[in-house]
């Protein structure tokens, strides 16, 4: 077995200094219900690096890579260019196979890197402090949910109807256990975001509203009256982003209010993988709130020669010393994605991220003027990034989405598959572009969908 | 079992303990191939960038809601040169698996296939978007229900959730699952136990779940106190979580006496499985009783740690649990077809008690681990067990003559051994032990876990290990436990020849600096 060092021999010896005469005296406390006779049954036996490949291979063969097609799929996960030295670099041995830096000592590379990414993070959200990441987006909304009753000591979140519904499912899912009480909604289908309404649903019991931006609808709005309404009640603003890329063309959610930012950083550095591993980010506007937040934090010191270094610090929020008391039971976070994430940040840098910005907007803007023009089609939003909502003529977008499948075009996430059974939203489709579409793509797009709409009842 | 160093070092040839060898001071602060390096934001530059777009047609209208930003973001850019040297040297300051022995108790530190990350990268994997018509995306959603299909036979259970981020949020899946099983039956029950040695995860699971956490305490051997947990046995709990095997690197003998126990008073058993690694292949939780347990991907079947993740934490459940599994899951159809059952499935989503995260969990893990597992066999997970036990209990044995082994009559330990800080000499302390192990080039053991060993030093080999590897490092701990026992005082200022001397770790908390300033 090519991954195991140990030859018979070794092992005889090894059992001989213990003082075992075989392997099985050292299993002698499992008991006899729990002792098997070999191997376990109805599995394969071990196999060649060759057969392997050959097994995986198969069943990546079975699926439609996003770039082989033209492809317009968003909705909280965007295809974006990886420079090719993100992933030499996140290879690196020392990177990959390191652990949580526990001995700093002989882990600042890690440790390092972590604060140039909170250092990237919370410029790009308008906010003083971000953490070193958590799992992804929707479970980093939740945290700051959690948080912002921990702050307020109030159990209420506001959230707007146009959050994506994976992570208001996420939200309430975690409320219905920990008794907090969710007020939630669905998207007003309308060109600009519904605040009024918002605002209306804040009382004096809310602890925060979570909005999105842009929203689940690719839609773009001022939030400071959000902010503003919210801070009169007492009640913190959430910001939720699942697109990175935005915030080098639109205001800061930090500039605007925000107290708690977060959101989904797989757009940088990360790739698509079918949803996962993804990066949470977290930030806070307020550093007073540092010790109210969840995760580690990566924070500058120096050692015993007062040399500059880096620890994990304020681990008295966390669950290995704090047990039931930390502010979240988080452990591992998504450390290699942060490095991900970092790496290509700092190839863009601000000029890079805000030319990469440009041209996502400038081929969405194309996308949406071209897709006007196909009869009955018709672009919800007045405002947008990189994403927008395409109303079809009453047609069902999910069956659309299927059937330009089979023509060979990944159209867009339907808000059918989203919001399934919402009788309002089914005629709707969301279509993200990125700097990887090509004007190409665009015109197949429109020409696939004018078919599909026309054969389609 | 005296291994010395091969490459032509002699123990005369000692160097100061500035590590400078008695050579001059640098200009630079480098010493040869230990090189300094400052921060991204000290050497990079706002009009600097590394990406050259395609295009760059000049934005004629926007159409951005009259949100365009005004301020500068603050990031700084390099070029691909400046960025790869960076992280580069960077990561020359990190100690990794691919660089030696990385003992660290119950994070089950193993050699990182490289086939993983190969099958991880094929674009039919790595480049599918989640939301994709399910009809393209079929190989995907296999490779999702072989690997649960593994996982169940592996384990001897017959549900399981795959979307589950890492162990704690495993954890936190198999917590809620049990509170929903109770919720269903009208039961409402508030506490649950866990024993003093238990991970801080556990009760901070429990009690992110609105659960009372109770200790359980252990006997002097090591154990769960069968008694204890059996008196505090009652209608008030909902479940007890356990390691099997335990933190203190023993299993747990009578885990199927405490599961009989637990469910006749109609609780549930929680196994927290990071220690899997010691019984894979050999011994399934499933006929232990359990009726949910969490298996980290990342420590068992190998899929990188990454500096702190990203993990995955699939549980498995019993047929009492199985209903209560969150969203979304893959089924097949009659013509064999995968899809997921998600919110609007009504009828097939059954009880299950919602959503934990947004897309379907670590996919890339998913192809790592399933890599991993097609690699072994059911014969090569087997043999990880059986020899990641055998290394555990070689270094027990090759170490209780002078270190302090506070289970060694307990019995065999399983994939850990687990020592304290007794007979220490001159104030010195575990972590003085573990700084001296980095002088000599390993990294250190996990430290002050479990609680309930004063001064814990917790040794997980792993199965990935030459015995000439397991010998030189078993030489190096006891030269340092010697100078521990011998009350050396040089200790206390280890490490000497890392890239840090000790970190003033009081000051970072007292005064946090978080982010660049400038």
């Known amino acids: 077995m090519r991954y195991l060092p140990l030859t018979d021999t070794d092992r005889a010896e090894m059992l001989a200094t213990i003082g075992a005469g075989s392997i099985d005296d050292l299993f002698v406390d499992v008991p006899a219900v729990a002792q098997l006779d070999g191997p376990i049954r109805d599995l394969p036996m071990h196999a060649s690096e060759m057969a392997v490949e050959r097994h995986m291979k198969s069943l990546a063969a079975k699926n439609l890579v996003a770039g082989d097609a033209p492809f317009f799929l968003g909705a909280g996960a965007y295809r974006h260019h990886v420079p090719a030295?993100?992933?030499?670099?996140?290879?690196?041995?020392?990177?990959?196979?390191?652990?949580?830096?526990?001995?700093?000592?002989?882990?600042?590379?890690?440790?390092?890197?972590?604060?140039?990414?909170q250092?990237?993070?919370?410029?790009?959200?308008?906010?003083?402090?971000?953490?070193?990441?958590?799992?992804?987006?929707?479970?980093?909304?939740?945290?700051?949910?959690?948080?912002?009753?921990?702050?307020?000591?109030?159990?209420?979140?506001?959230?707007?109807?146009?959050?994506?519904?994976?992570?208001?499912?996420?939200?309430?899912?975690?409320?219905?256990?920990?008794?907090?009480?969710?007020?939630?909604?669905?998207?007003?289908?309308?060109?600009?975001?519904?605040?009024?309404?918002?605002?209306?649903?804040?009382?004096?019991?809310?602890?925060?509203?979570?909005?999105?931006?842009?929203?689940?609808?690719?839609?773009?709005?001022?939030?400071?009256?959000?902010?503003?309404a919210a801070h009169a009640k007492g009640a913190l603003l959430v910001v939720v982003n699942t697109e990175p890329v935005a915030l080098g063309a639109i205001k800061s959610p930090g500039e605007m209010g925000a107290d708690i930012v977060v959101g989904e950083g797989q757009s940088l550095g990360v790739g698509l993988q079918f949803g996962g591993p993804y990066l949470g980010l977290f930030a806070v506007r307020d550093p007073k709130h540092v010790r109210q937040m969840p995760g580690r934090l990566c924070g500058e010191t120096t050692d015993a020669e007062g040399k500059r270094g880096?620890?994990?610090?304020?681990?008295?929020?966390?669950?290995?010393?704090?047990?039931?008391?930390?502010?979240?039971?988080?452990?591992?976070?998504?450390?290699?994605?942060?490095?991900?994430?970092?790496?290509?940040?700092?190839?863009?840098?601000?000029?890079?991220?805000?030319?990469?910005?440009?041209?996502?907007?400038?081929?969405?803007?194309?996308?949406?003027?071209?897709?006007?023009?196909?009869?009955?089609?018709r672009v919800l939003n007045n405002g947008f990034f990189n994403e927008f909502t395409v109303m079809l003529d009453g047609k069902p977008a999910r069956e659309i989405v299927r059937d330009l499948a089979d023509r060979g075009v990944l159209a867009g996430v339907s808000l059918g598959r989203l919001y399934p059974g919402v009788e309002a939203l089914q005629q709707a489709l969301l279509v993200a572009v990125t700097e990887t579409t090509t004007e190409d793509d665009i015109e197949m797009l429109a020409t696939e969908l004018e078919a599909s709409l026309k054969e389609t009842v | 079992m005296n291994a010395p160093n091969k490459s032509g070092w002699k123990p005369e040839m000692q160097v100061a303990d500035d590590g400078f060898a008695g050579g001059?001071?640098?200009?630079?602060?480098?010493?040869?191939?230990?090189?300094?390096?400052?921060?991204?934001?000290?050497?990079?530059?706002?009009?600097?960038?590394?990406?050259?777009?395609?295009?760059?047609?000049?934005?004629?209208?926007?159409?951005?809601?009259?949100?365009?930003?005004?301020?500068p973001i603050g990031l700084v850019g390099l070029t691909e040169p400046e960025t790869v040297r960076h992280y580069t040297r960077l990561s020359r300051q990190n100690y990794g698996i691919d660089l030696g022995f990385f003992p660290l108790g119950s994070c089950t530190m193993k050699h990182n296939p490289r086939l993983n990350e190969k099958m991880a990268r094929l674009p039919g994997f790595a480049d599918i978007h989640p939301l994709q018509p399910q009809s393209t995306v079929q190989g995907a959603l296999e490779v999702i229900a072989q690997l649960g299909e593994w996982l169940c036979k592996l384990t001897g259970m017959p549900g399981v959730a795959m979307s589950p981020k890492a162990g704690a949020h495993g954890e936190l899946c198999g917590i809620l699952a049990i509170r929903a099983a109770h919720t269903a039956r009208g039961d409402a029950r508030e506490v649950v136990l866990v024993p003093e040695?238990?991970?801080?995860?556990?009760?901070?699971?429990?009690?992110?779940?609105?659960?009372?956490?109770?200790?359980?305490?252990?006997?002097?051997?090591?154990?769960?106190?069968?008694?204890?947990?059996?008196?505090?046995?009652?209608?008030?709990?909902?479940?007890?979580?356990?390691?099997?095997?335990?933190?203190?690197?023993?299993?747990?003998?009578?885990?199927?006496?405490?599961?009989?126990?637990?469910?006749?008073?109609?609780?549930?058993?929680?196994?927290?499985?990071?220690?899997?690694?010691?019984?894979?292949?050999?011994?399934?939780?499933?006929?232990?009783?359990?009726?949910?347990?969490?298996?980290?991907?990342?420590?068992?079947?190998?899929?990188?740690?990454?500096?702190?993740?990203?993990?995955?934490?699939?549980?498995?459940?019993?047929?009492?649990?199985?209903?209560?599994?969150?969203?979304?899951?893959?089924?097949?159809?009659?013509?064999?077809?995968?899809?997921?059952?998600?919110?609007?499935?009504?009828?097939?989503?059954?009880?299950?008690?919602?959503?934990?995260?947004?897309?379907?969990?670590?996919?890339?893990?998913?192809?790592?681990?399933?890599?991993?597992?097609?690699?072994?066999?059911?014969?090569?997970?087997?043999?990880?067990?059986?020899?990641?036990?055998?290394?555990?209990?070689?270094i027990?044995?090759?170490?209780?003559?002078?270190?302090?082994?506070?289970?060694?009559?307990?019995?065999?330990?399983?994939?850990?051994?687990?020592?304290?800080?007794?007979?220490?000499?001159?104030?010195?302390?575990?972590?003085?032990?573990?700084?001296?192990?980095?002088?000599?080039?390993?990294?250190?053991?996990?430290?002050?876990?479990?609680?309930?060993?004063?001064?814990?030093?917790?040794?997980?080999?792993?199965?990935?290990?030459?015995?000439?590897?397991?010998?030189?490092?078993?030489?190096?701990?006891?030269?340092?436990?010697?100078?521990?026992?011998?009350?050396?005082?040089?200790?206390?200022?280890?490490?000497?020849?890392?890239?840090?001397?000790?970190?003033?770790?009081?000051?970072?908390?007292?005064?946090?600096?978080?982010?660049?300033?400038?």
């Open chain 1, 119 to 228: 250092t990237q993070v919370a410029r790009l959200y308008g906010c003083a402090v971000a953490n070193a990441s958590l799992y992804d987006g929707s479970t980093a909304c939740w945290e700051a949910v959690a948080m912002a009753a921990r702050v307020t000591k109030r159990s209420r979140a506001v959230l707007s109807g146009a959050l994506h519904p994976h992570y208001a499912e996420v939200v309430k899912t975690m409320a219905q256990f920990t008794g907090y009480t969710i007020g939630d909604a669905l998207p007003s289908i309308t060109p600009d975001p519904e605040l009024p309404g918002l605002i209306g649903r804040i009382d004096e019991d809310t602890a925060c509203v979570v909005v999105q931006y842009p929203d689940i609808l690719g839609r773009i709005s001022d939030l400071t009256p959000i902010a503003e």
């Open chain 2, 197 to 394: 040695s238990a991970h801080g995860t556990n009760p901070a699971t429990a009690a992110f779940a609105g659960y009372r956490v109770e200790d359980i305490p252990a006997t002097p051997e090591g154990r769960v106190d069968v008694a204890a947990l059996k008196a505090r046995l009652g209608p008030d709990v909902a479940a007890v979580m356990i390691t099997n095997p335990n933190t203190c690197g023993l299993f747990e003998k009578d885990f199927r006496e405490i599961a009989d126990a637990v469910h006749a008073a109609g609780g549930y058993v929680y196994c927290d499985g990071a220690n899997f690694n010691a019984i894979v292949g050999r011994v399934r939780p499933g006929d232990l009783g359990v009726d949910a347990m969490h298996i980290n991907l990342h420590k068992t079947f190998s899929t990188p740690h990454g500096g702190g993740g990203p993990g995955s934490g699939p549980v498995v459940f019993s047929e009492a649990l199985a209903p209560y599994a969150p969203l979304p899951f893959v089924r097949q159809d009659e013509s064999g077809a995968f899809y997921l059952v998600e919110e609007e499935h009504r009828e097939e989503r059954g009880p299950s008690f919602g959503r934990m995260t947004a897309f379907h969990g670590q996919m890339g893990m998913f192809t790592r681990a399933l890599t991993y597992m097609l690699s072994h066999g059911a014969d090569g997970l087997k043999q990880v067990a059986e020899d990641a036990v055998l290394n555990a209990n070689y």
């Open chain 1, 85 to 117: 030295s993100v992933d030499t670099i996140i290879q690196r041995g020392e990177f990959l196979t390191a652990y949580t830096p526990y001995q700093p000592e002989i882990a600042q590379g890690t440790l390092q890197m972590l604060f140039e990414f």
């Open chain 2, 396 to 518: 027990l044995r090759s170490m209780e003559d002078i270190l302090h082994a506070p289970f060694a009559a307990s019995g065999p330990c399983m994939h850990e051994a687990l020592f304290g800080d007794k007979n220490f000499g001159g104030g010195l302390s575990t972590l003085d032990v573990a700084k001296g192990l980095i002088d000599e080039g390993y990294h250190p053991m996990t430290v002050y876990f479990p609680l309930v060993v004063h001064g814990a030093m917790l040794v997980e080999p792993t199965e990935t290990e030459s015995k000439a590897a397991i010998d030189q490092f078993i030489t190096a701990f006891r030269a340092v436990v010697e100078r521990a026992l011998a009350g050396d005082e040089g200790l206390k200022q280890a490490p000497y020849y890392a890239p840090r001397r000790r970190l003033d770790e009081t000051a970072a908390a007292r005064k946090p600096k978080l982010a660049f300033e400038g």
């Open chain 2, 24 to 71: 001059p001071a640098t200009t630079t602060g480098n010493r040869a191939l230990m090189l300094e390096e400052p921060l991204l934001f000290e050497i990079g530059r706002a009009d600097v960038t590394g990406v050259d777009l395609p295009s760059l047609d000049p934005a004629r209208t926007t159409r951005l809601g009259g949100l365009e930003r005004a301020e």
């Open chain 1, 310 to 377: 880096f620890v994990l610090t304020l681990s008295t929020r966390e669950q290995h010393i704090r047990r039931e008391k930390a502010t979240s039971n988080i452990c591992t976070n998504s450390g290699l994605c942060a490095l991900a994430f970092t790496v290509h940040m700092t190839l863009l840098g601000e000029r890079g991220l805000r030319e990469l910005a440009a041209e996502n907007h400038r081929l969405a803007c194309l996308a949406a003027d071209r897709l006007t023009k196909v009869p009955g089609v």
